[in-house]
């Protein structure tokens, strides 16, 4: 048999199992989008903020434009031609929002994720991570040499006893979490994290901050900021391309780490670096995160609106965030039931395996704060 059929017959299967998937047409209209002439509330983005949508900003944004400074090319990665002025302004403005030695900024979450693990870990190290964490961590920590197990989502009993009885085995330690979990919306304890870190020496600790940057915190700083332990994680990781409306992602951490990725990490060092225009509009963005309070208590409102109402209904609801599952077992029942809420007007999608466990399939409402309290009451109605 040959390798295209194989796949061929692959991609049966997965049509078969109901998890073929496919590249949807939409068109994006402020906070709807378009299918097939039916127009839909977006509750699939990860824009939390509501930012991406907003076209005053993108109006006062084009404003700041010149033809000199408007650059939709770096042609190099940031080692050789590519280091504009704008990286180091956007890395210095990160340090001083976190109050960190250092920053350093990467092309996506994926990119960050799989390129530091490799280079911070040895055959020495052991990588302790939760059992939820996304795929760009899951990638990252294969690609290592390290030794790596993966704890109980959330248990912190199992985590400690495999600290304590390896802690004297390896060279190094590093927790791998996430702070608020991409399927689930739940959230990782950092203060617990931080313990089991400071008890012992050779403990580090990585968390990923992409689906709390900018929505957790009195800043939009994250659950680290939240919980008042940005100075305990020595590996804190975000991205600018949900809650922050721009694309691209960044470590906040000490002087060190940020000079060793940069001579160690391949990612890094052989990516061409993003179009300086895109960290302009990150940087603009960036500087007036603190002052979307209000946003951010309107997304923790309606949240908890639909949170409430799931649970009052009997559906299991492990989310404390913005992001709320609908469990509703096997893939084709998934499909159906976000056909039910199309037509209804939600622009919902099945999440389906290989992206969570068999017989876990989801509806993953991803609210953002642009949702009025009247459209959450009409989908409440819905889901009764």
Request: with cysteine.
């Amino acid at each position: 048999m040959s390798a295209i059929e194989q796949m061929r017959q692959e991609l049966t299967l997965l049509q078969q199992q109901n998890n073929l998937r496919s590249l949807p047409a939409l068109v994006h209209e402020g906070r709807e989008v378009l299918i097939d002439h039916r127009r839909m509330l977006n509750l699939s983005s990860n824009d939390y903020l509501g930012l991406a949508s907003n076209e005053e900003l993108r109006r006062e944004f084009l404003q700041t434009l010149t033809p000199e400074n408007f650059l939709p090319a770096s042609s190099s990665s940031r080692l050789l031609t590519g280091n504009f002025t704008a990286y180091s302004r956007l890395e210095n403005e990160l340090a001083d929002l976190f109050g960190t030695e250092a920053a350093l900024t990467f092309n996506c979450g994926y990119h960050a994720n799989t390129g530091i693990l490799p280079v911070v870990s040895n055959a020495q190290t052991l990588i302790l991570a939760d059992k939820l964490i996304h795929a760009s961590l899951i990638d990252g920590i294969k690609l290592s040499v390290a030794k790596a197990i993966r704890y109980r989502h959330n248990d912190y009993a199992q985590l400690e006893r495999l600290i304590q009885e390896n802690h004297e085995k390896y060279e190094r330690i590093i927790i791998v979490t996430e702070s608020i979990f991409s399927m689930d919306g739940d959230e990782a304890d950092l203060a617990t994290l931080v313990r089991l870190k400071r008890t012992y020496a050779s403990v580090l600790l990585y968390v990923d901050e992409a689906h709390a940057f900018g929505v957790r915190g009195l800043r939009g700083l994250g659950c680290a900021e939240e919980q008042g332990c940005i100075a305990d994680i020595d590996f804190l990781v975000g991205t600018f391309g949900k809650a922050l409306a721009s694309s691209g992602a960044y470590i906040v951490c000490s002087q060190v780490i940020r000079e060793y990725l940069i001579n160690k990490m391949r990612p890094f060092i052989f990516t061409t670096a993003l179009p300086p225009i895109n960290i302009e509009w990150t940087l603009f963005l960036l500087k007036r995160l603190p002052a979307w309070g209000t946003l951010r208590q309107q997304l923790s409102q309606i949240s908890d609106r639909l949170r409430e109402a799931l649970k009052q209904k009997g559906y299991a609801c492990p989310s404390t965030s913005h992001i709320i599952p609908l469990i509703a077992g096997t893939s084709s029942s998934t499909i159906a039931l976000a056909d039910v809420f199309q037509r209804k007007g939600f622009y919902v999608l099945p999440v389906r395996p290989p992206t969570v466990p068999e017989g876990t399939s989801r509806l993953r409402f991803s609210l953002t704060a642009a949702i009025e309290a009247s459209e959450i009451d009409q989908l409440i109605e819905i889901i009764a």
